[in-house]
């Protein structure tokens, strides 16, 4: 399945964004075959609106799960009615974020 | 990482300032962040010393290219805001205060004229005060706040207490439920949010607290001049006790606090009347942050 995962950094071994929106890096993680790819965050400086335009493009890129710290009501409300799972993510790295989510240790947003 | 404390009020005028400035002078080893550019005014209590200062860009504004042009009529047509003036000699201007950035003329001009511009529309500033470091912003005239603004002056509060270590960031918020409050509750550790005995107080604290609850941020509630309806305070905790958030503390109105602002002093400072409800807000905060 596909994670997305909200990071300070372009990496595995960067810490949780604790923001969904205004995130500074979406990491992208195929858990079956351990390859991501991160995407710096492309509505980061704009106005208005981002929880929403990240959520739209959430649901573009076929995920299955979001894992980020917390997520605005706007955003919520577009990523409830797509079958997309939220976690909430605990302080630490991305790395420890998805050994968490694999061994079933994140808890639901 | 360094703890966030946020300040906000479902409404304006409730008394954010009066206490977040009070705690500013009690709370040791913070940043303070005021993250109401709308209405900035912690600015008039700490009386900083600015060390640094920047321009930031707002929402970019539509241009009309003359020369291409071609007076079509469109996009005045279009516009909902009324932003698009004719001149005397017939160009087709913009007029960007009254500009909303929505767009829909760039969209709809045949002739592709018009483009986004991107605008600065204020500054934001790093200082020193005598309560410590002082992240803030001033808005151009006309210019509003946004969730990117919020962010950035956060962002740089964080950025400066990683590098110096400091352990807290107070935030005076700004009122209501938009985006400039999205992105200050956004992150944050406790949300304190201060609610004034009015109809209107109560009504907006309800909002408030829904937002709060839909970040899943933890919050707790100052009742600001209490004394003035008593009725109506008790409404509030009644209010806070249903939907289990806890009341920190209710302030007493006294004439001085006004008077305390009018002379630029910190109310809680100046004021012997709020000092017990302050400096108990103050400990259980830091409590539960």
């Known amino acids: ?20 929106g205004r995130a500074e890096y979406f ?3 195929d858990t079956e075959s351990g390859d991501f790819e991160a995407i710096k965050n492309p509505f980061l400086n704009d106005q208005g609106g981002v929880g929403v335009s990240t959520a739209k493009f959430t649901i573009e890129k076929g995920v299955n799960a979001i894992i980020s710290g917390s997520y605005g009501p706007n955003a919520t409300d577009v990523l409830k009615v797509s079958n997309i799972e939220l976690y909430k993510a ?12 694999k061994e079933g240790k994140l808890q639901k947003f | 990482m360094s703890k966030e404390l946020v300040i906000i009020s479902g409404k304006g005028g409730t008394g954010k300032t009066t206490l977040t400035s009070s705690l500013a002078y009690l709370m040791k080893d913070k940043i303070i962040v005021d993250a109401d550019a709308d209405a900035a005014n912690m600015y008039i209590l700490m009386k ?9 860009k707002g929402n970019p504004k539509a241009y009309i290219d003359p020369d291409k042009c071609t007076g079509c009529d469109i996009c005045r047509k279009l516009c ?14 913009v007029d960007e205060i009254k500009c909303d950035s929505c767009r829909l003329c760039e969209i709809a001009c045949p002739e592709k004229a018009i483009t986004m511009k991107d605008v600065f529309s204020g500054e934001w500033y790093e200082s020193e005060t005598e309560y410590g470091l002082f992240v803030h912003a001033k808005l151009y005239p006309g210019a ?9 002056v956060k ?16 935030v005076d918020g700004s009122p209501g439920i938009g985006c400039p409050v999205i992105s200050t509750i956004s992150g944050a550790n406790f949300v304190i949010i201060v609610a004034e005995p009015t109809p209107a107080g109560l009504h907006d604290l309800e909002r408030v607290k829904k937002l709060c609850d839909s970040f899943k941020v933890k919050s707790g509630v100052v009742v600001n001049k209490y004394d003035l309806n008593e009725e109506k305070t008790k409404q509030i905790e009644e209010f806070a006790k249903k939907e289990g958030i806890e009341v920190l503390g209710k302030i007493p109105f006294d004439k001085c606090v006004p008077d305390a602002i009018v002379n630029l002093e910190i109310p809680y400072a100046a004021c012997d009347r709020i000092k017990n409800a302050i400096e108990q807000i103050y400990k259980r905060a830091m409590e539960l942050l």
Do not use: Q, W
Not at chain 1, 3 to 16: C, E, Y
Not at chain 2, 48 to 56: A, D, G, I, L, M
Not at chain 2, 144 to 152: C, I
């Open chain 1, 1 to 20: 399945m596909k994670l997305m995962i909200t990071a300070k950094g372009d990496n595995l071994n960067s810490t949780i964004d604790e923001r969904y």
């Open chain 2, 144 to 152: 509003e706040n946004s969730g990117n603004l919020v962010t950035m």
């Open chain 1, 90 to 101: 605990v302080p630490g790295t991305v790395e420890e974020n998805i050994k968490l989510f």
């Open chain 2, 80 to 93: 909902r805001f009324d932003a698009i003036d004719i001149t005397d000699d017939g160009v087709y201007v």
């Open chain 2, 48 to 56: 900083p010393k600015v060390k640094y200062s920047e321009k930031f």
């Open chain 2, 155 to 170: 962002h740089r509060a964080h950025i400066l207490s990683e590098e110096k270590g400091i352990e807290y960031i107070l």
């Open chain 1, 27 to 29: 990491i992208f993680y």
